[in-house]
């Protein structure tokens, strides 16, 4: 929903598994068609780690796809901005479900390595700002975080909370001054530092596993960004300055300029909850 809301009618706005009525008047061989003309492959990365040999690996990709012809599927283009806009899915649930997002930064944007340190001090972490200040100190929430995806040509930036309708509208109000005032003072030099360092920690923690290490090489082939070595990666975390990441909270994290998604028992909640965060987001 929040997607939807960011993108619109762009394909980076409908859900991923499609919708029962789109999906059921699908013919099967529409479908293989599709499958047909898209696994082919131009359109296909082979990504391998552990303990094998380059040429065998190449030897049995040769065997299976050497005869098979095609080219990459064309890219679409990139979605325009929605500005303000509001959806919610009224359901009788426990916890009302809700999101803050906006656009974000394409996936070979260099700027990707500030916006992960910056997504750690929001919300991507047990000792962020939105983890510290909802869930510790009020118990507003069990769950709540922020969280940053890259495509193609765009990306999005986001906040999630899980609460009871009770909490909602004081949920949404720390959430605000907490995106206000990353806004409005920035980030502090220790913050930066403790979360350059949880960054980089998890990232060489994640290469003792070899599927970690096989899906990151087949991501940057398949997503045509530079293949970093490991000094590389940590060098280009090292980089990161408070220019960079007060730069990026005054581009993406704005209230005003965020689209907001909810699902829960009563819409009105939402919307007069949101009034703390935005005004114009709660009238859209």
Known sequence: ?????????????????????????????????????????????????????HDRIVALAERAFGDASGSAVSALDAPARNGHVLRFHQKETEQYHLCLGGAGIPRGDD???????????LGGSTSSRLFQEVREKRGLAYAVYSYASHYADAGQVAVYVGTRPDNVAEALDVI?????????????????????????????????????????????????????????LLAAFDAVTLDDVNGLARDFWQPDHMAAAGVGGDEDTFRSALETVSPALAAA
């Open 176 to 232: 605000g001054s907490e995106l206000r005032r990353l806004v409005d003072d920035g980030v502090t030099e220790e913050e930066l530092e403790r979360a350059r360092d949880n960054v980089k920690g998890r990232t060489v923690l994640s290469m003792e596993s070899t599927l970690s290490r096989m899906n990151r090489l087949g991501s940057s082939v398949l997503m045509d960004v530079p293949l970093l070595t490991m000094d590389e």
């Open 111 to 121: 700027r990707r390595f500030a916006l992960r340190v910056l997504d750690t001090i």
């Open 1 to 53: 929903m929040l997607a939807g809301a960011i993108f619109g009618d762009h394909p980076l706005g409908r859900p991923i598994i499609g919708r029962a009525e789109v999906v059921s008047s699908v013919p099967v061989p529409e479908i293989g068609r599709w499958h047909d003309g898209r696994y082919l492959p131009g359109n296909m990365v082979l990504a391998a780690a552990g303990n094998l040999e």
